[in-house]
């Protein structure tokens, strides 16, 4: 019997999972995910990003056919050049957002048709609002600047795939916090990176976007791997036959792992990819 599941598709997170310092793709995990490929492996970017943001260097490898985007709200077909699934953010669930739009001391995005929008003087000083300076640069260049977001909001009212909300400090978040539980069974709740809060229609996460294409290629859950580090990660970690956690993950990350791998800045996704299934039952 082999000690582990004959894996046939690898998703991975890729902001402090996949990409090290400065959201760059090491050589060495670039390289395991291409012996992967040439392994007939099927490699899935799951991100909470929207697709407009998803890197080059991901986009370079032409061989990752699929995109799993804002949490899974959005789901691509690379070769096909389709969206193959979308689910937006209930319309009442939109209503009750909308007064956070005016938060003076809130970042907030609204993400549709795949790009994330911002208020124009907010992404051109994203630092005030708690955007750390490792993410300003990623930040700045993908963001799409609106004037007027409640209403850029209510205009896409029955598209939105996602709410990003980004905070200075524990009050507003606090106060961001307080207000989306007052109708928390309208969408799901969750968090990418430890400044933030993300909204997405109910039902979404990165599990449901990880079995809706392995159902589709016909792949099992036992023979699906998941790697990860945040609590938007947890649900595709619980869900997979192998669900790693990077070293820097958060506690309820690790708990949901079969396994805890490497830092994301010492190549934890490479050393996993070698233990489970480059050096495994195949």
């Given at each position: 019997m082999n000690e582990f599941p004959d894996?046939?598709?690898?998703?991975?997170?890729?902001?402090?999972?996949?990409l090290g310092p400065g959201q760059a793709l090491s050589e060495e995990n670039k390289n395991a995910l291409l012996r992967c490929i040439a392994n007939g492996?099927?490699?899935?970017?799951a991100t909470g990003r929207a697709e407009s943001a998803v890197p080059k260097e991901i986009l370079s490898?032409?061989?990752?056919?699929?995109?799993?985007?804002?949490?899974?709200a959005r789901i691509i077909d690379r070769d096909a050049g389709e969206v193959l699934f979308a689910k937006y953010i209930d319309e009442a669930a939109?209503?009750?957002?909308i007064p956070?739009?005016?938060?003076?001391?809130?970042?907030?995005?609204?993400?549709?048709?795949g790009d994330p929008y911002a208020e124009a003087d907010r992404i051109a000083d994203p630092k005030r609002y708690g955007v750390p300076d490792s993410f300003l640069d990623y930040f700045i260049s993908s963001r799409l600047a609106t004037q007027g977001l409640a209403a850029f909001a209510m205009a896409h009212r029955t598209e939105i795939e996602k709410f990003h909300f980004t905070f200075p400090g524990p009050a507003q978040k606090d106060r961001i916090w307080r207000h989306l539980q007052k109708a928390g069974k309208l969408y799901e709740i969750t968090s990418s990176l430890g400044f933030n809060l993300e909204v997405d229609g109910l039902g979404v996460n990165k599990?449901?976007?990880?079995?809706?294409i392995a159902d589709r290629l016909g792949i099992g859950q036992k023979e699906t791997m998941c790697i990860g580090d945040n609590a938007n990660d947890i649900s595709m970690i619980a869900y997979?036959?192998?669900?790693?956690?990077?070293?820097?993950?958060?506690?309820?990350?690790?708990?949901?792992a079969?396994?805890?791998?490497?830092r994301n800045d010492e190549n934890g996704v490479a050393r996993a990819i070698e233990r489970f299934v480059l050096n495994g039952p195949r």
């Open positions: 894996i046939k598709l690898i998703a991975t997170d890729l902001d402090d999972t996949l492996i099927h490699v899935v970017a490898i032409a061989e990752i056919r699929y995109l799993i985007c804002s949490n899974g939109v209503d009750h957002i956070l739009l005016h938060d003076p001391e809130i970042l907030t995005e609204v993400f549709w048709n599990a449901a976007g990880v079995k809706f997979a036959g192998i669900g790693v956690a990077v070293e820097n993950a958060v506690a309820d990350a690790k708990a949901a079969d396994y805890i791998t490497k």
